[in-house]
RNA sequence: GGCUCGAUAGCUCAGUUGGUAGAGCAGCGGAUUGAAAAUUCGCGUGUCGCUGGUUCGAUCCCGGCUCGAGCCA
């Protein structure tokens, strides 16, 4: 590692919680460029019901992969990684300081920690591996790596079946490998600096019903209508669905917009979940 | 005004032939290295509308009251 180039600095929090804001703070006081951590607005055309900021905020402080994939493509915290990669270098290469912002807490943790030494998803495989029941799934597991099955949660399809994808992939042991990447993965923390922004549940709420509000009011709609071809990695983005929805006049938008921030709410639990355990990020108060 | 039905968790409702009650959703907590705004595990949070009566014991049975829905006037 070069210590002459400047350290990034991590702006994490779940969603609505002004982490937009607070990493053009830092930016402007580091003179720092801002890096997209977030899943969504990674892509173009989700602009609004990803809440990317807005192009008066891009205007003030450089930004950096927002809108970069279309909305066709899809992505993975692999991928991602591979983007974002480069652009930190090359900010940092300008002495400048990279401020890393978004709530997707994978994606953040492979910049932080790395990716193992794992085999990226195929997508056939993953199709036939769907196919099969369950049972199926965890009994192969169990015969192929019963150490790996030990430690997957096998009531979770998804890991079971990512779980038997690394072994049949590699051919090897899926536990092995993750073992490797748990080695030298355990001292990273100490050298990383970043922020959570922590905000009271009913606060978080409020903001996140606000920005609902102000979605619907402010073209999410029309910028969902416009959609044409979403792969199925994007078509997860909270909102689509139910905009859509409302657009095919299924639901009426009150009930549109409940089911918006129900989701959301839902979304920034399992968010504060995940940075409570990055206990290398520091807590930050705002003020309302 | 009369009759009927309903009133149980934050919401929609189930249930107890009388022994203080349980589902879904919401909510809360957890897991989570290539689908992650995904996926998944756990947790019931309650003056059973109010008030008398019967009973060893009432959320349940009976009376009255209140509120809501419907029907008849």
């Known amino acids: 590692m070069n210590h002459n180039l400047p350290l990034p600095c991590y702006i994490c929090g779940p969603t609505a919680s002004g982490k937009s804001a607070l990493a053009l703070e830092v ?7 801002i890096v997209n951590a977030d899943a969504f607005q990674l892509y173009r055309g989700l602009e609004i019901v990803s809440a990317a900021p807005s192009l008066e905020e891009r205007g003030q402080v450089p930004h ?4 970069v994939l279309d909305p066709a493509e899809s992505a993975d915290a692999g ?25 997707s807490g994978l994606y953040l943790k492979f910049l932080t920690h790395g990716p193992a ?8 495989l993953r199709a036939a591996l769907d196919a099969r029941p369950l049972a199926d799934l965890v009994a192969q597991l ?30 090897g042991l899926a536990s092995g490998l993750r073992d ?26 409020a903001r996140i019903a ?18 044409v071809r979403v792969s199925p990695n994007c078509e997860k983005a909270i909102g689509l669905r139910e905009i859509r ?42 003020a309302l």
Request: hydrophobic share 40%; proline share 4%.
């Open 210 to 227: 606000a920005r609902t509000r102000a979605m619907l009011d402010g073209g999410a709609l029309e910028e969902v209508a416009a959609l």
């Open 142 to 171: 169990q015969a192929l790596d019963p150490l790996e099955a030990a430690r997957t949660a096998l009531q979770n399809r998804r890991f079971v079946a990512r779980a038997l994808e690394i072994c049949l992939l590699t051919g």
């Open 117 to 124: 030494p794992l085999p990226t998803g195929d997508a056939a």
């Open 64 to 67: 950096h992969l927002y809108g």
């Open 245 to 286: 929805a409302l657009l095919a006049g299924d639901i009426d938008r009150a009930t549109c917009e409940g089911l918006i921030n129900a989701a959301t709410r839902q979304y920034a639990k399992r968010q504060e979940s995940w940075f409570r355990r990055e206990q290398w990020l520091e807590p930050v108060h705002p």
């Open 180 to 205: 490797q990447w748990a080695a030298q993965t355990r001292e990273l923390s100490a050298s990383l600096r970043g922020y959570v922004i922590q905000r009271a549940r009913d606060d978080l709420h």
């Open 27 to 33: 930016a402007q006081r580091l003179d720092g460029e």
């Open 79 to 103: 991928s991602y990684l591979r983007l974002a990669q480069p652009v930190i270098g090359e900010i940092q290469s300008r002495g400048k300081t990279p401020v890393i912002t978004g709530g």
